[in-house]
């Protein structure tokens, strides 16, 4: 009877010790699948914390961002000149908070360093606050970890300008909204947003970069109050340096309200003086009035228009010269004898034809405007030699580029592009090649303005421009000294404009004779601009022509 009872009792506890197995089996079986479960959950969101993509829409706890990009600016050989980074500011709303003791002590772990006074004064306002101004990666982990609806995270986009200072007045800057303000940021400001290719331009960094140092030099040394300078493709119109000074760091966001800083390459309109014999002497050429060679007799040297007189800035000049040699000394009378024969509609139509005298669409909107005049027999005769008649930097070059380039308009431009179409034909190619002969021996000849500025190898050509700066509504002795030249002047391939701005004497500065003849002088004998702007574009042309020459050969 007792065997019977055990062997009962022995199989009751057998089966009870397997149901017990199987429920602890099942229960590790579960926690082991929940943690599994919350591991996967974990790593899929610190992956997505980490990946950082601030462009798409994250969960409700951290709030959601609109998308915001600006494309990067390139120079021509793919440098940065202005480049995007995005940053992450964190505010606080205390309304949407938790917990806000727990917020508190959860901030405090991560900023151990930040002023929680303040901030626990500003929890209990109940208004929302700036915490965290561009967040680490590391900590911007950590807080939206806490969860806490609170914490509202907000895209910022930093407008990073590497070149700094050398490329500021084109470049231009943004707001802190993202909305370009000036240069290509605002003129491009739609474009820049809405595509993620970067914009690639004419400019070249480095040739920039040489340019910009022999102004900067030469601005001490002639103690300009500024200076600008363009060198330009005569054939399609693209920009490779184009440069105002002063400038400024565009990474600073500064307000600048100072007129000096006005961008003197495309805003500023000046008179530019004897720059525009060139284009008096192009327009009679082209009209056949005369020839190179045609002769002018008994050339006063004082004439009156009205009651105003007009003198010959050098009375040493002869008073028999050829049309040619009346550029090559600038006449100021053997000018206004050529702009009489020409007449003011025909005058008038070159310089429209040119772009001199009207506005111009530009690739940024700080465009100057040519000062408009009533054209009478008087305002002929000073326009024919360069006075009374304005225009900026950028329209000065790029006539040059049409005078020399076979006559052919162009479009002057910042923007890289694929295609250029030719522009219509304003001169013709053998006034084009006899201009650019003449302009030659501006520079070649002893009689000529420009001799310091006749570089071996580069063969330079180019008209001097030396004018009385209007100032208060009146001529006063300060200059305006302009020297705009082409080269090389047997195949043309590029324009370079140098004007100073309010330039003075330097009786300390020698100069070297480029005749050959190993002459030097020291101290500038005259403020003119075959003194100080002819002087700077030699500078600058022995510093920039190995690269050009460089790349003119591959071209060709």
């Given at each position: 009877m007792r065997f019977i009872l055990q062997e009962n009792k022995e199989e009751f506890e057998f089966k009870s010790d397997k149901k017990n197995f199987d429920i602890r089996f099942n229960r590790i079986a579960f926690i082991f699948f929940i943690f599994f479960l919350i591991s996967i959950i974990y790593c899929i969101h610190l992956t997505h914390l980490g990946s950082r993509d601030l462009n798409s829409n994250i969960s409700k706890n951290y709030g959601s961002f609109n998308k915001i990009q600006r494309a990067n600016i390139l120079d021509r050989n793919n440098h940065f000149l202005a480049k995007t980074v995005n940053s992450i500011d964190i505010g606080i709303n205390?309304?949407?908070?938790?917990?806000?003791?727990?917020?508190?002590?959860?901030?405090?772990?991560?900023?151990?360093?930040?002023?929680?006074?303040?901030?626990?004064?500003?929890?209990?306002?109940?208004?929302?606050?700036?915490?965290?101004?561009?967040?680490?990666?590391?900590?911007?982990?950590?807080?939206?970890?806490?969860?806490?609806?609170?914490?509202?995270?907000?895209?910022?986009?930093?407008?990073?300008?590497?070149?700094?200072?050398?490329?500021?007045?084109?470049?231009?800057?943004?707001?802190?909204?993202?909305?370009?303000?000036?240069?290509?940021?605002?003129?491009?400001?739609?474009?820049?947003?809405?595509?993620?290719?970067?914009?690639?331009?004419?400019?070249?960094?480095?040739?920039?970069?040489?340019?910009?140092?022999?102004?900067?030099?030469?601005?001490?040394?002639?103690?300009?109050?500024?200076?600008?300078?363009?060198?330009?493709?005569?054939?399609?119109?693209?920009?490779?340096?184009?440069?105002?000074?002063?400038?400024?760091?565009?990474?600073?966001?500064?307000?600048?309200?100072?007129?000096?800083?006005?961008?003197?390459?495309?805003?500023?309109?000046?008179?530019?003086?004897?720059?525009?014999?060139?284009?008096?002497?192009?327009?009679?050429?082209?009209?056949?009035?005369?020839?190179?060679?045609?002769?002018?007799?008994?050339?006063?040297?004082?004439?009156?228009?009205?009651?105003?007189?007009?003198?010959?800035?050098?009375?040493?000049?002869?008073?028999?010269?050829?049309?040619?040699?009346?550029?090559?000394?600038?006449?100021?009378?053997?000018s206004v004898r050529i702009g009489q024969a020409i007449g003011i509609e025909k005058y008038k139509k070159f310089l429209n034809d040119l772009d001199l005298i009207n506005s111009i669409q530009f690739d940024i909107e700080e465009m100057g405007k040519p000062i408009p005049f009533n054209w009478g027999k008087c305002k002929l005769a000073t326009t024919s030699y360069g006075h009374g008649i304005t225009t900026t930097i950028l329209q000065l070059t790029s006539a040059y580029s049409t005078i020399a380039n076979g006559g052919f308009r162009i479009n002057p431009t910042l923007i890289k592009k694929e295609k250029y179409v030719k522009g219509e034909r304003i001169l013709e190619e053998n006034v084009s090649s006899n201009l650019v002969s003449i302009l030659r021996k501006i520079v070649t000849t002893k009689e000529g303005t420009a001799t310091l500025a006749n570089v071996e190898g580069y063969e330079v050509a180019g008209k001097t421009g030396t004018a009385e700066k209007i100032l208060e509504g009146g001529y006063s002795r300060k200059k305006i000294n302009t020297f705009a030249s082409v080269f090389p002047a047997s195949n043309p391939k590029y324009s370079l404009v140098v004007m100073l701005d309010e330039p003075k004497t330097n009786s300390e500065y020698v100069y070297n004779y480029r005749d050959g003849s190993g002459i030097k002088y020291k101290g500038t004998p005259f403020n003119t601009a075959g003194w100080t702007s002819v002087e700077v574009v030699g500078q600058i042309i022995e510093k920039i022509g190995p690269i050009l020459a460089t790349k003119y050969a591959q071209i060709n």
């Open positions: 205390p309304v949407d908070a938790i917990d806000k003791k727990k917020l508190l002590l959860n901030l405090k772990y991560i900023f151990p360093n930040k002023d929680f006074e303040l901030i626990n004064s500003k929890l209990s306002k109940d208004k929302f606050f700036w915490f965290e101004k561009k967040i680490s990666d590391e900590n911007y982990e950590k807080i939206m970890m806490l969860g806490d609806k609170s914490i509202k995270p907000h895209e910022n986009l930093i407008r990073v300008y590497p070149q700094k200072n050398l490329f500021s007045h084109i470049i231009g800057q943004i707001d802190d909204d993202n909305l370009g303000i000036s240069g290509l940021e605002k003129s491009l400001d739609v474009d820049l947003k809405k595509n993620d290719k970067s914009i690639q331009l004419t400019v070249d960094k480095d040739i920039q970069f040489l340019i910009r140092e022999e102004l900067i030099r030469f601005n001490k040394i002639f103690k300009t109050k500024g200076s600008a300078s363009i060198l330009m493709d005569i054939d399609n119109g693209e920009i490779l340096s184009i440069i105002s000074l002063p400038d400024f760091d565009p990474n600073q966001r500064e307000n600048i309200t100072d007129v000096n800083y006005i961008n003197r390459a495309t805003k500023g309109v000046y008179e530019l003086g004897s720059v525009f014999k060139t284009f008096t002497l192009a327009a009679a050429l082209n009209e056949k009035i005369i020839e190179p060679n045609t002769e002018f007799k008994n050339l006063e040297k004082n004439i009156t228009c009205g009651k105003n007189k007009i003198s010959e800035y050098d009375k040493k000049i002869p008073s028999n010269l050829t049309a040619e040699e009346i550029l090559i000394r600038s006449g100021n009378i053997g």
